[in-house]
């Protein structure tokens, strides 16, 4: 096995991905989207007004390398049910009740079964939330993807009246955590670097993204923010819905962490892990108090 000390593998950066070039990405598209009219650019969901006092909420995504893993290990379905849950995730972030998803699967040759893998899963995720899986599109791209591989991605619409968006969030507020079932699908091409040290095989490596439909629905009432916690980790998850000159302390240790944390943790980093990774937190409510039963993460200040 690879010593620890080979740092080339321990980092997103050198494993490929740059969440720094992705925020950039952000910065430099905000004003042309804004400039048609969109409100939430950068946000789990991109609101739209329709000029009856509701709101459409919309949020698009991918399942990206975890595709290449759980293809090799049989594992394309838990990927339909990470799409669903993920997009889903995403526009419940603001409050918003989901109502559709159209998925989009390419590949250099369509597989019919990887296919129908990909979809039955996303589709039972959909049946569970109530979400109409209305279509999409299946293009077959020679040249674009090399032979083998394949992309999934998603778009989820829901409708919501009166979004929740952070702007009440005060210092003293309470971050409340509930679990993920593991990595969920967010950092998988530091994962697989991570995987030609040491491998890997538990049920919390390819689990699919839990939904947190559910959770939402019963704090809707009193939540000032809901955080979908995905590339960026906690941390950087909740800056996205924190009012300017708030930020959240987190309590590192308030909770545990699932087994394939404790692996990653033997090749990455801390900081880094904190900075890619869900840790084993997969959605955050921020509230005035927490309640009994309810697992309090961190703090406003």
């Not at 990405?25 to 804004?34: I, P, S």
């Not at 309470?174 to 990595?183: E, L, N, T």
């Amino acid at each position: 096995m690879t010593a620890l000390g080979e740092r080339e593998i321990r980092t997103y950066d050198a494993a490929g991905v740059s969440l720094d070039t992705a925020g950039a990405v952000v910065a430099r598209l905000r004003a042309a989207a804004e400039s048609t009219g969109a409100r939430g650019f950068g946000q789990f969901a991109a609101l739209h007004a329709l000029g009856d006092g509701r709101f459409l909420a919309a949020s698009t995504d991918g399942v990206g390398t975890k595709l290449i893993l759980a293809r090799e290990r049989g594992a394309l379905r838990a990927c339909g049910s990470d799409l669903a849950a993920h997009c889903i995730n995403d526009v419940v972030t603001c409050g918003a009740e989901p109502l559709i998803l159209l998925d989009y699967v390419a590949a250099a040759r369509i597989e019919l079964e990887e296919v129908a893998e990909l979809v039955e899963g996303a589709a039972e995720v959909c049946r569970s939330a109530g979400v109409a899986l209305v279509g999409g599109e299946t293009a077959e791209l020679p040249g674009i993807y090399r032979d083998g591989e394949l992309d999934f991605a998603g778009t989820c619409v829901g409708v919501v009246e009166e979004p929740l968006d952070g702007s009440a969030i005060e210092a003293g507020d309470v971050v409340v955590g509930f679990p993920s079932a593991g990595v969920h699908a967010n950092g998988f091409t530091l994962v697989r670097r991570v995987l030609e040290l040491e491998d890997y095989d538990a049920a919390d490596l390819l689990a699919p993204t839990r939904l947190y439909l559910d959770v939402a629905r019963a704090l809707r009432a009193r939540a000032l923010a809901f955080v979908h916690v995905t590339g960026g980790g906690i941390a950087g998850n909740l800056e996205r819905v924190l009012p300017t000159g708030r930020h959240a302390e987190i309590e590192w240790d308030a909770w545990e962490r699932p087994p394939v944390f404790r692996w990653l943790a033997r090749h990455v980093e801390e900081e880094e892990l904190r900075r890619v990774f869900n840790l084993g937190i997969g959605w955050c409510a921020v509230v005035r108090a927490a309640e009994p039963g309810e697992l309090a993460i961190g703090r406003i200040v």
